[in-house]
C-alpha cells in the first residue's frame, strides 16, 4: 500500500505544499512545510513565503527567507511591493531577503533600512548595499547608484553598533572594488574611512576588518 504524501514529498505539487502550511497545527508542523515549499524554488509559492514573513515564527520565517533568496529576481518585486509596514517583523525578514537576492532595485529600501531602528536590519541592509549586483543596471545608471550606496555605507562606519560598523566595511570594500571607472576616484575616501576606523574604533574586530579591506583595496588601486 502506498504511503500518505507529507510535507516533505518532493512529488507534491506547490498548491499542496501551500495547503500544508495553511493546515500546520504546531510550530514543528509550520516550519517542515515552509521548508518544503521554500525548496520547491517554485515562483507560485512566492506570494505565500512572503506570507510567513509575518507569521512571528522566526524559524519559519528564515526558512522562507532562504526559499525567497533561491528563487531570486523574480521575487524582488513582490517582496518590494508588499513590504509591511505596520508588521515590523515581517518587514525585517522582507528586507534581510532582498538584501541576500542582491537585486539593485532594492537599493532605495536598503538606503532606507540602514538607518533602522533594529541593528540587525542596519547590520543586513549594509551587507546588501555592497554586494548588490550593479552588472544588472544600465551603464548610465550604475555612477548614481553607486554614489547612492556609498555615501550610505560611509555613514554606516559610524553606527554606534560595532556589528553594524563591521558590516559597512565589507559592504564598502566589496562595493570600492567593483566601483564603475567613473566613480574610481572615490577609492581615496573609502580607502580615508578605513584608516580612520582603523586607528579609532573601539572595537578591535573592527580595526582589524578595516586594516585588511584598506589593503585590499590600496592593492586595487595600485
Same mark, same amino acid.
Given at each position: 500500500?502506498?504511503?500518505?504524501?507529507?510535507?516533505?514529498?518532493?512529488?507534491?505539487?506547490?498548491?499542496?505544499?501551500?495547503?500544508?502550511?495553511?493546515?500546520?497545527?504546531?510550530?514543528?508542523?509550520?516550519?517542515?512545510?515552509?521548508?518544503?515549499?521554500?525548496?520547491?524554488?517554485?515562483?507560485?509559492?512566492i506570494p505565500t513565503l512572503i506570507r510567513v514573513l509575518g507569521f512571528n515564527n522566526p524559524g519559519a520565517a528564515? +526558512? !522562507?527567507?532562504? %526559499? *525567497?533568496?533561491?528563487? =531570486?529576481?523574480?521575487?524582488?518585486v513582490p517582496l518590494l511591493e508588499q513590504l509591511d509596514g505596520y508588521n515590523y517583523g515581517a518587514r525585517a525578514w522582507a528586507?534581510?531577503?532582498l538584501s541576500e537576492i542582491r537585486d539593485p532595485r532594492a537599493l532605495d529600501i536598503l538606503v532606507g533600512a540602514a538607518s533602522d531602528f533594529a541593528l540587525s536590519v542596519r547590520r543586513a541592509a549594509a551587507k546588501g548595499l555592497g554586494f548588490l549586483r550593479w552588472e544588472d543596471l544600465e551603464a548610465e545608471e550604475r555612477p548614481?547608484?553607486?554614489?547612492k550606496a556609498l555615501e550610505t555605507l560611509l555613514q554606516t562606519t559610524q553606527d554606534p553598533?560595532?556589528?553594524?560598523?563591521? +558590516? !559597512?566595511?565589507? %559592504? *564598502?570594500?566589496?562595493? =570600492?572594488?567593483n566601483l564603475t571607472p567613473t566613480l574610481s576616484d572615490?577609492?581615496?575616501?573609502?580607502?580615508?574611512?578605513?584608516?580612520?576606523?582603523?586607528g579609532t574604533d573601539?572595537?578591535?574586530?573592527?580595526?582589524?576588518?578595516?586594516?585588511?579591506?584598506?589593503?585590499?583595496?590600496?592593492?586595487?588601486?595600485?
Amino acid at each position: 500500500m502506498s504511503q500518505p504524501q507529507t510535507a516533505h514529498s518532493p512529488t507534491m505539487s506547490v498548491e499542496a505544499l501551500i495547503a500544508e502550511i495553511d493546515r500546520a497545527d504546531s510550530a514543528a508542523s509550520l516550519l517542515a512545510a515552509v521548508r518544503a515549499l521554500a525548496e520547491a524554488q517554485n515562483e507560485a509559492a512566492i506570494p505565500t513565503l512572503i506570507r510567513v514573513l509575518g507569521f512571528n515564527n522566526p524559524g519559519a520565517a528564515v +526558512a !522562507a527567507v532562504g %526559499g *525567497l533568496v533561491r528563487i =531570486g529576481k523574480p521575487a524582488v518585486v513582490p517582496l518590494l511591493e508588499q513590504l509591511d509596514g505596520y508588521n515590523y517583523g515581517a518587514r525585517a525578514w522582507a528586507i534581510r531577503a532582498l538584501s541576500e537576492i542582491r537585486d539593485p532595485r532594492a537599493l532605495d529600501i536598503l538606503v532606507g533600512a540602514a538607518s533602522d531602528f533594529a541593528l540587525s536590519v542596519r547590520r543586513a541592509a549594509a551587507k546588501g548595499l555592497g554586494f548588490l549586483r550593479w552588472e544588472d543596471l544600465e551603464a548610465e545608471e550604475r555612477p548614481t547608484c553607486q554614489q547612492k550606496a556609498l555615501e550610505t555605507l560611509l555613514q554606516t562606519t559610524q553606527d554606534p553598533e560595532w556589528v553594524v560598523r563591521y +558590516a !559597512a566595511i565589507v %559592504g *564598502l570594500e566589496t562595493l =570600492g572594488a567593483n566601483l564603475t571607472p567613473t566613480l574610481s576616484d572615490r577609492l581615496d575616501g573609502i580607502s580615508t574611512c578605513f584608516e580612520g576606523l582603523q586607528g579609532t574604533d573601539d572595537e578591535l574586530a573592527v580595526r582589524a576588518r578595516a586594516s585588511l579591506a584598506r589593503g585590499r583595496l590600496q592593492r586595487i588601486d595600485n
